[in-house]
Protein backbone atom coordinates (compact mmCIF):
# COMPACT_ATOMS: atom_id res chain seq x y z
CA UNK A 1 0.00 0.00 0.00
CA UNK A 2 2.85 1.97 -0.33
CA UNK A 3 2.16 5.47 -1.93
CA UNK A 4 -1.15 4.81 -3.40
CA UNK A 5 -3.19 7.38 -3.92
CA UNK A 6 -6.66 6.38 -2.20
CA UNK A 7 -9.60 7.62 -4.47
CA UNK A 8 -12.44 9.61 -2.58
CA UNK A 9 -15.88 8.70 -2.83
CA UNK A 10 -16.42 12.85 -3.77
CA UNK A 11 -14.07 12.45 -6.46
CA UNK A 12 -16.25 11.32 -9.05
CA UNK A 13 -19.26 13.93 -8.02
CA UNK A 14 -16.83 17.10 -8.69
CA UNK A 15 -19.53 18.02 -11.54
CA UNK A 16 -22.11 17.88 -9.19
CA UNK A 17 -21.03 19.69 -6.32
CA UNK A 18 -19.14 22.55 -8.29
CA UNK A 19 -21.71 24.61 -9.02
CA UNK A 20 -21.87 28.40 -10.64
CA UNK A 21 -22.87 30.79 -8.03
CA UNK A 22 -22.59 28.34 -5.54
CA UNK A 23 -20.03 27.45 -2.69
CA UNK A 24 -18.63 24.28 -1.77
CA UNK A 25 -17.77 23.82 1.97
CA UNK A 26 -15.76 20.78 2.49
CA UNK A 27 -15.74 20.00 6.14
CA UNK A 28 -13.02 17.42 7.77
CA UNK A 29 -10.36 16.66 10.39
CA UNK A 30 -6.73 18.05 9.78
CA UNK A 31 -4.81 15.42 7.79
CA UNK A 32 -7.29 13.88 5.57
CA UNK A 33 -7.02 14.69 2.65
CA UNK A 34 -8.97 17.77 2.00
CA UNK A 35 -6.51 19.88 0.30
CA UNK A 36 -5.52 16.93 -1.91
CA UNK A 37 -9.33 15.72 -2.87
CA UNK A 38 -10.07 19.53 -4.40
CA UNK A 39 -6.91 19.57 -6.60
CA UNK A 40 -7.81 16.10 -7.84
CA UNK A 41 -11.59 17.30 -8.19
CA UNK A 42 -9.97 20.69 -10.24
CA UNK A 43 -7.25 19.03 -12.23
CA UNK A 44 -9.58 18.60 -15.82
CA UNK A 45 -11.40 22.10 -14.69
CA UNK A 46 -11.88 24.39 -17.78
CA UNK A 47 -11.18 27.89 -16.81
CA UNK A 48 -9.37 29.83 -15.02
CA UNK A 49 -8.75 28.87 -11.39
CA UNK A 50 -7.63 31.08 -8.18
CA UNK A 51 -6.41 28.90 -5.39
CA UNK A 52 -5.96 30.91 -1.94
CA UNK A 53 -5.33 29.98 1.87
CA UNK A 54 -6.80 31.75 4.73
CA UNK A 55 -3.38 32.14 6.05
CA UNK A 56 -2.57 34.89 2.88
CA UNK A 57 -2.81 38.20 4.57
CA UNK A 58 -3.82 40.15 1.79
CA UNK A 59 -6.76 37.37 0.70
CA UNK A 60 -8.06 37.61 4.54
CA UNK A 61 -8.00 41.35 4.18
CA UNK A 62 -9.89 41.45 0.96
CA UNK A 63 -12.65 39.65 2.02
CA UNK A 64 -13.14 41.06 5.10
CA UNK A 65 -13.18 44.69 4.10
CA UNK A 66 -16.65 43.49 2.04
CA UNK A 67 -15.72 46.02 -0.54
CA UNK A 68 -17.88 44.59 -3.48
CA UNK A 69 -15.36 47.39 -5.93
CA UNK A 70 -12.32 45.16 -4.45
CA UNK A 71 -13.35 41.78 -4.33
CA UNK A 72 -14.56 41.83 -8.07
CA UNK A 73 -11.40 44.05 -9.24
CA UNK A 74 -9.18 41.18 -7.75
CA UNK A 75 -11.56 37.64 -7.80
CA UNK A 76 -13.90 38.22 -10.18
CA UNK A 77 -12.72 37.29 -13.51
CA UNK A 78 -11.76 33.66 -11.95
CA UNK A 79 -13.86 31.11 -13.00
CA UNK A 80 -13.26 29.04 -10.03
CA UNK A 81 -12.03 30.02 -6.89
CA UNK A 82 -10.60 27.55 -3.59
CA UNK A 83 -9.72 28.66 -0.55
CA UNK A 84 -8.16 25.92 1.75
CA UNK A 85 -8.13 26.96 5.67
CA UNK A 86 -11.31 29.12 5.21
CA UNK A 87 -12.03 29.48 9.07
CA UNK A 88 -8.88 31.86 8.84
CA UNK A 89 -11.11 34.64 7.62
CA UNK A 90 -13.20 36.45 9.72
CA UNK A 91 -16.11 37.26 7.68
CA UNK A 92 -15.42 35.22 4.80
CA UNK A 93 -19.29 34.21 4.34
CA UNK A 94 -20.58 38.23 3.59
CA UNK A 95 -17.21 38.43 1.35
CA UNK A 96 -18.50 35.47 -0.61
CA UNK A 97 -22.02 36.28 -0.76
CA UNK A 98 -20.84 39.62 -2.64
CA UNK A 99 -18.81 37.56 -4.81
CA UNK A 100 -21.51 35.31 -5.78
CA UNK A 101 -23.99 37.68 -6.13
CA UNK A 102 -22.33 40.19 -8.49
CA UNK A 103 -20.34 37.13 -10.40
CA UNK A 104 -23.24 34.36 -10.75
CA UNK A 105 -20.78 32.42 -13.35
CA UNK A 106 -18.29 31.99 -10.48
CA UNK A 107 -18.38 28.42 -8.42
CA UNK A 108 -15.84 28.53 -5.14
CA UNK A 109 -14.87 25.79 -2.95
CA UNK A 110 -13.55 26.50 0.68
CA UNK A 111 -11.89 23.74 2.86
CA UNK A 112 -12.07 23.83 7.05
CA UNK A 113 -10.94 21.79 9.83
CA UNK A 114 -12.89 23.44 12.56
CA UNK A 115 -17.19 23.26 11.91
CA UNK A 116 -17.76 25.71 14.89
CA UNK A 117 -15.90 28.59 13.28
CA UNK A 118 -16.66 28.29 9.79
CA UNK A 119 -19.94 27.27 9.96
CA UNK A 120 -20.36 30.73 11.94
CA UNK A 121 -18.42 32.47 9.25
CA UNK A 122 -20.30 31.48 6.41
CA UNK A 123 -23.67 29.86 7.40
CA UNK A 124 -25.82 32.80 7.49
CA UNK A 125 -24.79 34.78 4.73
CA UNK A 126 -25.05 31.80 2.14
CA UNK A 127 -28.17 30.24 3.06
CA UNK A 128 -29.39 28.72 -0.19
CA UNK A 129 -26.06 29.06 -2.12
CA UNK A 130 -23.81 26.89 -0.02
CA UNK A 131 -23.68 22.86 -0.21
CA UNK A 132 -22.01 21.54 2.52
CA UNK A 133 -19.64 18.05 2.96
CA UNK A 134 -17.68 16.79 5.02
CA UNK A 135 -14.67 14.86 4.32
CA UNK A 136 -13.12 12.08 7.33
CA UNK A 137 -10.16 9.68 7.49
CA UNK A 138 -10.39 7.10 4.65
CA UNK A 139 -14.06 5.08 4.81
CA UNK A 140 -14.25 0.79 4.19
CA UNK A 141 -16.85 2.36 1.71
CA UNK A 142 -14.11 3.88 -0.62
CA UNK A 143 -11.45 0.97 0.35
CA UNK A 144 -13.70 -1.51 -0.70
CA UNK A 145 -14.45 0.24 -3.95
CA UNK A 146 -11.05 0.97 -4.65
CA UNK A 147 -9.27 -2.56 -3.53
CA UNK A 148 -12.15 -5.27 -3.09
CA UNK A 149 -13.52 -7.12 0.13
CA UNK A 150 -10.64 -9.19 0.32
CA UNK A 151 -7.90 -6.54 0.90
CA UNK A 152 -10.30 -4.80 2.97
CA UNK A 153 -10.97 -7.79 5.12
CA UNK A 154 -7.01 -8.18 5.69
CA UNK A 155 -6.44 -4.78 6.49
CA UNK A 156 -9.43 -4.79 9.24
CA UNK A 157 -7.19 -5.36 12.40
CA UNK A 158 -4.51 -2.68 11.03
CA UNK A 159 -7.98 -0.11 10.58
CA UNK A 160 -8.86 -0.77 14.18
CA UNK A 161 -5.65 0.07 15.68
CA UNK A 162 -3.93 2.43 13.35
CA UNK A 163 -6.61 4.39 12.04
CA UNK A 164 -7.29 5.32 8.32
CA UNK A 165 -5.50 8.72 7.64
CA UNK A 166 -3.87 8.48 4.37
CA UNK A 167 -0.93 8.91 5.69
CA UNK A 168 -1.21 5.66 7.35
CA UNK A 169 -2.65 3.35 5.02
CA UNK A 170 0.97 4.45 2.88
CA UNK A 171 3.11 3.65 5.54
CA UNK A 172 4.63 0.28 5.81
CA UNK A 173 6.53 0.28 8.98
CA UNK A 174 4.71 0.62 12.30
CA UNK A 175 7.39 2.87 13.98
CA UNK A 176 6.59 5.32 11.19
CA UNK A 177 2.68 4.84 11.99
CA UNK A 178 2.84 5.51 15.40
CA UNK A 179 4.83 8.52 14.80
CA UNK A 180 2.44 9.99 12.64
CA UNK A 181 -0.13 9.34 15.03
CA UNK A 182 1.18 10.73 17.77
CA UNK A 183 2.56 13.84 16.21
CA UNK A 184 -1.38 14.66 15.37
CA UNK A 185 -2.25 14.04 18.84
CA UNK A 186 0.26 16.40 19.94
CA UNK A 187 0.62 19.03 16.74
CA UNK A 188 -3.14 19.11 14.98
CA UNK A 189 -6.09 17.51 16.98
CA UNK A 190 -6.47 20.66 19.24
CA UNK A 191 -5.01 23.00 17.03
CA UNK A 192 -8.28 24.81 16.12
CA UNK A 193 -9.77 24.42 19.61
CA UNK A 194 -6.63 26.15 21.63
CA UNK A 195 -5.94 29.26 18.51
CA UNK A 196 -10.19 29.95 17.82
CA UNK A 197 -11.45 29.71 21.77
CA UNK A 198 -8.13 30.64 23.69
CA UNK A 199 -8.31 27.96 25.48
CA UNK A 200 -4.91 27.51 27.37
CA UNK A 201 -5.57 25.26 29.91
CA UNK A 202 -4.20 22.46 27.41
CA UNK A 203 -3.61 19.38 29.94
CA UNK A 204 -7.43 19.27 30.72
CA UNK A 205 -8.23 18.71 27.74
CA UNK A 206 -5.79 16.00 27.04
CA UNK A 207 -7.06 14.20 30.30
CA UNK A 208 -10.79 14.61 29.27
CA UNK A 209 -10.29 13.22 26.14
CA UNK A 210 -8.45 10.11 27.70
CA UNK A 211 -11.03 10.14 29.89
CA UNK A 212 -13.31 9.22 27.13
CA UNK A 213 -11.19 6.77 25.24
CA UNK A 214 -11.95 4.72 27.76
CA UNK A 215 -15.48 5.16 28.08
CA UNK A 216 -16.24 4.06 24.37
CA UNK A 217 -19.92 2.28 24.46
CA UNK A 218 -20.80 3.35 28.02
CA UNK A 219 -22.97 6.31 28.84
CA UNK A 220 -20.72 9.42 30.40
CA UNK A 221 -21.51 11.41 33.18
CA UNK A 222 -20.55 15.07 33.02
CA UNK A 223 -20.75 15.13 36.72
CA UNK A 224 -18.43 12.38 36.89
CA UNK A 225 -16.03 13.96 34.36
CA UNK A 226 -16.44 17.42 36.52
CA UNK A 227 -14.93 15.95 39.74
CA UNK A 228 -12.73 13.20 38.26
CA UNK A 229 -10.81 16.32 36.30
CA UNK A 230 -11.57 19.05 39.07
CA UNK A 231 -13.14 21.86 36.93
CA UNK A 232 -16.69 23.08 36.21
CA UNK A 233 -19.02 20.86 35.07
CA UNK A 234 -20.25 23.71 31.95
CA UNK A 235 -16.37 24.11 31.07
CA UNK A 236 -16.52 20.19 30.34
CA UNK A 237 -19.66 20.80 28.42
CA UNK A 238 -18.51 23.52 26.57
CA UNK A 239 -15.00 21.08 25.96
CA UNK A 240 -17.40 18.52 24.74
CA UNK A 241 -18.97 20.55 22.32
CA UNK A 242 -15.39 21.93 21.05
CA UNK A 243 -14.68 18.25 20.57
CA UNK A 244 -17.15 17.07 18.29
CA UNK A 245 -17.43 20.89 16.22
CA UNK A 246 -13.40 20.24 15.38
CA UNK A 247 -13.82 16.08 14.49
CA UNK A 248 -12.13 14.48 17.55
CA UNK A 249 -15.64 13.03 18.65
CA UNK A 250 -19.31 12.54 17.95
CA UNK A 251 -21.88 12.31 20.29
CA UNK A 252 -24.78 9.54 20.23
CA UNK A 253 -28.07 10.37 22.44
CA UNK A 254 -30.22 7.45 23.93
CA UNK A 255 -33.23 6.30 22.25
CA UNK A 256 -36.70 6.55 23.65
CA UNK A 257 -40.20 7.31 22.67
CA UNK A 258 -42.51 4.50 25.06
CA UNK A 259 -40.68 3.42 27.98
CA UNK A 260 -39.96 5.39 31.39
CA UNK A 261 -36.78 2.56 32.05
CA UNK A 262 -35.02 3.89 28.81
CA UNK A 263 -31.97 6.09 29.55
CA UNK A 264 -32.02 9.24 27.81
CA UNK A 265 -30.19 11.88 30.15
CA UNK A 266 -26.50 10.73 29.33
CA UNK A 267 -24.80 10.38 26.12
CA UNK A 268 -21.80 7.96 24.43
CA UNK A 269 -18.83 9.12 23.07
CA UNK A 270 -17.05 8.03 20.10
CA UNK A 271 -13.85 9.14 18.19
CA UNK A 272 -14.01 9.53 14.27
CA UNK A 273 -10.85 7.39 13.80
CA UNK A 274 -9.26 4.44 16.00
CA UNK A 275 -6.14 5.63 15.48
CA UNK A 276 -6.25 8.91 17.30
CA UNK A 277 -8.26 7.29 20.10
CA UNK A 278 -5.16 4.91 20.72
CA UNK A 279 -2.83 7.84 20.38
CA UNK A 280 -4.49 9.15 22.79
CA UNK A 281 -4.05 6.67 25.58
CA UNK A 282 -0.82 5.36 24.09
CA UNK A 283 -1.73 1.79 22.97
CA UNK A 284 -0.66 0.64 19.70
CA UNK A 285 -1.09 -3.42 20.93
CA UNK A 286 -1.81 -6.25 18.75
CA UNK A 287 -5.49 -7.20 18.81
CA UNK A 288 -4.30 -10.67 20.61
CA UNK A 289 -2.65 -8.40 23.28
CA UNK A 290 -5.72 -5.70 24.28
CA UNK A 291 -8.82 -6.03 26.59
CA UNK A 292 -9.95 -3.53 24.70
CA UNK A 293 -11.28 -4.76 21.56
CA UNK A 294 -14.99 -4.43 22.11
CA UNK A 295 -14.52 -1.01 22.29
CA UNK A 296 -12.33 -0.53 19.56
CA UNK A 297 -14.63 -2.69 17.21
CA UNK A 298 -17.47 -0.43 18.49
CA UNK A 299 -16.15 2.18 17.37
CA UNK A 300 -15.02 1.03 14.57
CA UNK A 301 -18.31 0.02 13.26
CA UNK A 302 -20.02 3.31 14.47
CA UNK A 303 -17.55 5.87 12.84
CA UNK A 304 -17.36 3.61 9.43
CA UNK A 305 -21.23 3.72 9.62
CA UNK A 306 -21.73 7.21 10.05
CA UNK A 307 -19.32 7.89 7.15
CA UNK A 308 -20.92 5.73 4.78
CA UNK A 309 -24.57 7.58 5.91
CA UNK A 310 -22.54 11.06 5.15
CA UNK A 311 -21.15 9.71 1.79
CA UNK A 312 -24.48 7.84 0.13
CA UNK A 313 -26.42 10.56 1.96
CA UNK A 314 -28.78 8.52 3.99
CA UNK A 315 -30.49 10.90 6.32
CA UNK A 316 -30.65 8.88 9.66
CA UNK A 317 -31.17 9.46 13.53
CA UNK A 318 -28.69 7.71 15.43
CA UNK A 319 -28.85 6.45 18.48
CA UNK A 320 -28.56 3.93 21.42
CA UNK A 321 -30.87 2.32 23.17
CA UNK A 322 -30.32 1.40 27.21
CA UNK A 323 -32.83 0.37 29.59
CA UNK A 324 -31.67 0.71 33.32
CA UNK A 325 -32.15 -2.86 33.80
CA UNK A 326 -28.98 -2.82 31.13
CA UNK A 327 -30.76 -4.29 28.01
CA UNK A 328 -29.32 -2.44 25.12
CA UNK A 329 -28.56 -1.94 21.61
CA UNK A 330 -25.60 -0.12 20.62
CA UNK A 331 -26.88 1.51 17.70
CA UNK A 332 -30.26 2.35 16.37
CA UNK A 333 -30.97 4.15 13.30
CA UNK A 334 -34.40 5.86 12.79
CA UNK A 335 -34.76 6.60 8.83
CA UNK A 336 -37.82 6.39 6.85
CA UNK A 337 -40.08 5.86 9.95
CA UNK A 338 -38.63 3.09 11.02
CA UNK A 339 -36.13 1.46 13.67
CA UNK A 340 -33.21 -0.53 12.51
CA UNK A 341 -31.35 -1.96 15.98
CA UNK A 342 -27.61 -3.27 15.59
CA UNK A 343 -25.45 -4.96 17.79
CA UNK A 344 -21.48 -5.29 17.63
CA UNK A 345 -20.09 -8.22 18.51
CA UNK A 346 -16.29 -8.73 17.20
CA UNK A 347 -17.19 -12.51 17.16
CA UNK A 348 -20.56 -13.72 15.87
CA UNK A 349 -23.02 -14.85 18.58
CA UNK A 350 -26.36 -15.92 17.99
CA UNK A 351 -27.88 -13.07 20.04
CA UNK A 352 -31.89 -12.38 19.86
CA UNK A 353 -32.90 -8.76 20.01
CA UNK A 354 -33.85 -7.78 23.83
CA UNK A 355 -37.53 -8.72 24.58
CA UNK A 356 -38.81 -5.50 25.75
CA UNK A 357 -37.68 -3.78 22.51
CA UNK A 358 -39.53 -6.20 20.20
CA UNK A 359 -42.70 -5.52 21.99
CA UNK A 360 -42.26 -2.33 21.90
CA UNK A 361 -41.15 -1.09 18.87
CA UNK A 362 -43.40 -3.98 16.58
CA UNK A 363 -41.46 -4.18 13.41
CA UNK A 364 -38.22 -2.95 14.36
CA UNK A 365 -35.20 -4.22 12.50
CA UNK A 366 -32.66 -6.29 14.86
CA UNK A 367 -28.81 -7.52 13.23
CA UNK A 368 -25.69 -8.57 14.96
CA UNK A 369 -22.67 -7.12 13.07
CA UNK A 370 -19.32 -9.11 13.77
CA UNK A 371 -16.33 -9.27 11.58
CA UNK A 372 -18.07 -12.06 9.28
CA UNK A 373 -20.52 -9.91 8.37
CA UNK A 374 -19.16 -6.09 8.51
CA UNK A 375 -18.40 -5.27 5.20
CA UNK A 376 -22.13 -5.60 4.04
CA UNK A 377 -22.97 -3.16 6.75
CA UNK A 378 -20.51 -0.56 5.30
CA UNK A 379 -20.60 -0.73 1.92
Known amino acids: MINKWFKRFYEELGDSLIKPGKVLVLYGPRR ?12 SFKG ?4 GTGDNQELRSLLESQELSKISGLLGSYDLIFIDEAQRIPQIGYGLKLLVDAHPGISIIVTGSSSFDLSNKIGEPLTGRNKIRTLYPLSVLELYSQ ?3 MEVTQWLEQLMIFGSYPEILNSKLKADK ?13 KDILEMENIRNRSKLSDLL ?3 AFQIGNEVSVNELSNTLGIAKKSVERYLDLFEKGFIIKKVFGFSRNLRSEITKTARYYFFDNGIRNAIINNFNL ?9 LWENFLFIERLKKQEYKRIYSNNYFWRTYNRQ ?11 LYGF ?19 LNSGFEVISKDNFLEFLI
Open 32 to 43: VGKTELVREMIS
Open 287 to 295: LDQRDDIGM
Open 343 to 361: EFKWKQRKIKAPKIWKETY
Open 147 to 149: FGG
Open 210 to 212: KLL
Open 328 to 338: EIDLVEERDGK
Open 178 to 190: VEYLLSIRDSYLL
Open 48 to 51: KIYS
